[in-house]
């Protein structure tokens, strides 16, 4: 007789069984990395400034074009589910819907941060950036302004694949909601490349808001996955 | 596989009760007003014509679809209570193409916290084997629903639910199929089969339910020599 | 028609005549801006009204999902279609507003940043309910509206914080700073007229959904009894 998995039984399976899936089919990661390259390489055609500039809106460059894969990562991976059907085994079954959730949002976060470790060093070469403040801090604003994105993205991919518009749905719900994320991620990371004030501000909004957004995703998770 | 830890014990445990249900899509009437209940140990082959309900009934019977109104109950319960105690074989093969048979077996295993170990048996108690390298998507379509099948039965549930499962499958899978769902129902567990081929289980059916227009129109006995 | 709805839009429409006369003929022109100025006395309320009818669908969402009950539904709705409508108008009239006074079209401080991105959420909102499939939109739309609630303050904050570090000259002054009296009777009037006004044609969209659901009620009951009817062949 079978009995009540654990959470965190069902999110490794879950995060592990959609790795495998995407090592497999590369969907996913082929049309970020081919995406990003692109979004990389027009930007710094069409912006060459001095090292002054660049160090200004470096910030803006980088975050949007982590944004525009994040959105290719995040419609691919409710489309898997989507293709098999399998989201109805998983709701017949015991496992409960926000281990799910998690699952997703944490592939979709190791997607989009490969991507940002490919892309990061791509960006500094084309720039010729230097960081002028405490670079320590770069990893921490990605960890935490990557998660806000894929925390509500994740969700709202998983809304509007139950609409007839599905791919461009989803932008069109997140960027909004993420504007004071994207702020705060571009601020901080300006305020790190040049140095000129402090960056710690934004860190606690991107904290605050990652907070606030990750309990009311859980909370709403199963109410819009079983809103058939 | 083993038999289900409860005993059947009379022919008048009820497997499934449907109170009054109604179920619209929009204007349109899938289900209307069924009523009905469900002895358990027994295999009930669903027929009617396409759009007559029969896939809406089995998707309201294991909670996937919420009826517009009216009570479901699985066993006495609410079917959202009661998930390890029913599998459901949906129409699409809920499996995943990227991913080998075992793969796929091993996540839905742990699903409903089952260990890897019955993974292989239910396997070839299918008629499969485990050790095939290959992945799914690359399955024919008679493998594809035995696999569908052994996932639907790795966690040894009391009730199961299958949506077409001989749809497009060749000849000889069907008759296992066919064979080891009335093995299932031998052992007491309950059983649902929605089809369009309702001869390849006429050696194992207990009651024909026939459908229109979202309605249990009839329901028929089959009695055996 | 109910007697008191009838009521109501008459109070709006007069309400609503006496302030315009107030705005455009009482009020005194304004030193600096000139006549332009009386758009102020249309911009802040409808930009109150919006407000007020987005907090009534974040109320009535938060609602929905406790209880799924029809008529918290179309007053969801309603309120949401009315806010961006309102939204709209302040948008709108901003930057004419702006454009002669202040020589700027737009700039993203943290009101304006606020108003546009609240009238983007709601603008999806409507496109998430129009398009989800079943009877999925309700719910959905209720889910979203909650993210949005939660997103404005965070919204507002963080442009505000932005603005410290990188100051620029505030587009308007706050509503109440320093208002002539006169100008602040035809303000109070347009206020207390548009809020009317909104909450007025809220109700008659209410009502318009109402009889949406009552008429979609009544197909499918048809249709149940017809099958009844002609199902026992």
């Known amino acids: 007789m079978s009995v009540a998995p654990g959470f965190g039984t069902v999110l490794r399976m879950t995060i592990g069984k959609d790795l495998r899936m995407e090592w497999r089919s590369k969907d996913a990661i082929n049309s970020m990395l081919f995406f990003s390259l692109l979004v990389v390489v027009i930007f710094s055609f069409s912006f060459d400034p001095t090292a002054e500039t660049s160090r200004e809106i470096a910030g803006g460059l980088i975050w949007t074009s982590f944004l525009f894969a994040a959105v290719v990562a995040l419609n691919q991976t409710w489309a898997r589910e989507l293709r098999s059907q399998a989201l109805d085994a998983f709701r017949v079954s015991p496992a409960p819907p926000n281990s799910l959730f998690l699952a997703k949002a944490l592939g979709n976060m190791i997607f989009v941060t490969i991507l940002e470790c490919l892309m990061a060093p791509l960006f500094t070469m084309f720039y010729n950036l230097r960081a002028l403040g405490n670079w320590k801090l770069l990893p921490v604003i990605a960890i935490l302004g990557t998660w806000a994105l894929v925390v509500n993205g994740t969700f709202f991919a998983a809304m509007s694949i139950r609409t007839r518009i599905r791919e461009t749905l989803l932008p069109l719900i997140l960027f909004p909601i993420s504007l004071p994320a994207l702020l705060a991620m571009v601020n901080a990371t300006t305020a790190v490349l040049t140095g000129d004030y402090s960056p710690i501000i934004w860190i606690k909004l991107l904290t605050v808001y990652d907070v606030v957004f990750t309990t009311i995703c859980l909370m709403l998770f199963g109410t819009v996955i079983n809103a058939e | 596989m083993t038999t289900p830890a409860q005993p059947v014990a009379t022919e008048a445990k009820v497997a499934v009760s449907l109170d009054s249900i109604v179920k619209f899509f929009g204007r349109f009437v899938a289900l209307r007003n069924v009523t009905a209940t469900f002895a358990a140990g027994r295999l009930y082959v669903i027929l009617g014509d396409n759009g007559a309900g029969k896939s809406t009934l089995l998707r309201v019977m294991t909670g996937l679809l919420k009826p517009t109104s009216g009570a479901v109950k699985l066993l006495g319960e609410d079917p959202d209570d009661v998930n390890p105690r029913f599998g459901y074989m949906g129409h699409a093969p809920l499996l995943y193409d990227e991913l080998t048979g075992v793969e796929n077996l091993n996540y839905f295993a742990k699903l409903y916290g089952m260990d890897d170990h019955v993974v292989r048996d239910a396997i070839r108690t299918v008629g499969l084997d485990p050790d095939l390298d290959r992945r799914v998507g690359n399955y024919s379509q008679g493998m594809r629903q035995r696999m569908s099948l ?76 | ?61 938060a609602w929905f999902l406790f209880r799924r009950n029809q008529a918290v539904d179309a007053f969801a709705l309603a309120s949401a279609e009315v806010g961006v409508v309102f939204c709209t108008i302040v948008l709108i009239t901003g930057p004419l507003w702006a454009r002669p006074v202040w020589g700027i079209w737009w700039t993203w401080d943290a009101r304006l940043t606020t108003t546009f991105v609240l009238w983007l959420i709601y603008a999806s909102y409507l496109i998430l309910r129009k398009f989800a499939t079943g009877g999925q939109g309700a719910v959905l739309g209720a889910a979203l509206s909650i993210f949005g609630f939660a997103d404005v303050p965070i919204v507002y904050f963080s442009i505000r914080i932005f603005r410290t570090q990188h100051p620029q000259p505030v587009i308007a002054g706050g509503e109440n700073s320093g208002l002539e009296i006169h100008m602040l009777y035809a303000f109070l009037w347009n206020l207390l007229a548009f809020t009317i006004l909104g909450l007025v044609i809220v109700w008659a969209r209410y009502l318009v959904q109402r009889v949406d659901q009552a008429v979609e009620e009544a197909h499918k009951a048809a249709a149940l009894r017809e099958s009844a009817a002609g199902g026992a062949a």
């Open chain 2, 150 to 225: 052994a996932r639907s039965v790795i966690h040894n549930p009391e009730i199961l639910f299958l949506d077409e499962p001989f749809s497009n499958v060749d000849v000889k899978s069907a008759h296992d199929m066919a064979a080891l769902l009335g093995k299932m129902r031998d052992e007491g567990r309950t059983l649902f089969v929605v089809t369009h081929q309702p001869a390849v289980l006429e050696a194992f059916a207990d009651e024909y339910i026939m459908m229109s227009s979202g309605q249990i129109v009839e329901r028929r006995e089959e009695h055996k020599a």
């Open chain 3, 1 to 61: 028609m109910k007697p008191a709805f009838i009521l109501a839009a008459v109070a709006a429409l007069a309400l609503l005549g006496f302030s315009t006369y107030e705005a455009l003929y009482v009020a005194p022109t304004e030193a600096l801006q000139g006549e332009v100025q009386r758009i102020f006395y249309y911009h802040v309320p409808c930009a109150w009204v919006a407000g007020l009818c987005f907090f009534f669908n974040f109320c009535a969402s």
